[in-house]
Structure formats: structure tokens, C-alpha cells
Nanobody, 116 residues
Framework: QVQLVESGGGLVQAGGSLRLSCAAS????????MGWYRQAAGNQREWVAT???????NYAASVKGRFTISRDNAKNTVYLQMNGLKPEDTAIYYC??????????WGQGTQVTVSS
């Protein structure tokens, strides 16, 4: 079992920045991939970015060049630095980790609201 606690969401004006954090606890030694997803009201949850244990990153086209994912393996924490925020980035952001076994765990979500 892995527990995930997210923080860093909030209200920001368009063009602003936010940094999300997601701290993992529990069976952390089997965590492989860490990532962020988001779900806007009325939409399906969508992938935002992922990072491997070795630091290889991938981004959705809609956030590439504006968002940066990083992780601190010593602190079992993944971050999402979001710059140049747009109103369409408004969503609940969820942290997810994938274990070596293939199991996945989700965080509880943190609200990000970008005003125009």
C-alpha cells in the first residue's frame, strides 16, 4: 500500500505559476513511475506528465514547455511546476504512482483554478 498526499493547489491569475507536491508513504521502495493527471469539470481525467525513477520525463502536448515535473527519490515526492497558467488549466490535479508490480495508486486531488 502507498499513501499519497498532495498540496500546492489554489487560485492564480492567468500567466501565473503554481507548484504542486505529492508525498508518498508506505511501500515506497516499489514505486516506479510517478505522474500527474487532471480532471476538469465535465471532462474525463487526462494525463499531464510522468517521470521515471531515473528521471525520464514525458508531457502532454497541452502543457509541454510550461509545466515541469520532477521528483526527489530521497523524499519520495514528485513535483509539478506550472508556469504560464491558462484558464483551461483549471482542474483537479491528481498524483499517481505506479509500482513495479503494475499496481497504481492515486492521490486525493488538489484544485487548481486559473482566472482570466
Amino acid at each position: 500500500q502507498v499513501q499519497l498526499v498532495e498540496s500546492g493547489g489554489g487560485l492564480v491569475q492567468a500567466g501565473g505559476s503554481l507548484r504542486l507536491s505529492c508525498a508518498a508513504s508506505g511501500n515506497i521502495f516499489s514505486i516506479n513511475l510517478m505522474g500527474w493527471y487532471r480532471q476538469a469539470a465535465g471532462n474525463q481525467r487526462e494525463w499531464v506528465a510522468t517521470i521515471t525513477r531515473g528521471g525520464i520525463t514525458n508531457y502532454a502536448a497541452s502543457v509541454k514547455g510550461r509545466f515541469t515535473i520532477s521528483r526527489d527519490n530521497a523524499k519520495n515526492t514528485v513535483y509539478l511546476q506550472m508556469n504560464g497558467l491558462k484558464p483551461e488549466d483549471t482542474a483537479i490535479y491528481y498524483c499517481k504512482v505506479n509500482m513495479n508490480s503494475g499496481l497504481g495508486y492515486w492521490g486525493q486531488g488538489t484544485q487548481v483554478t486559473v482566472s482570466s
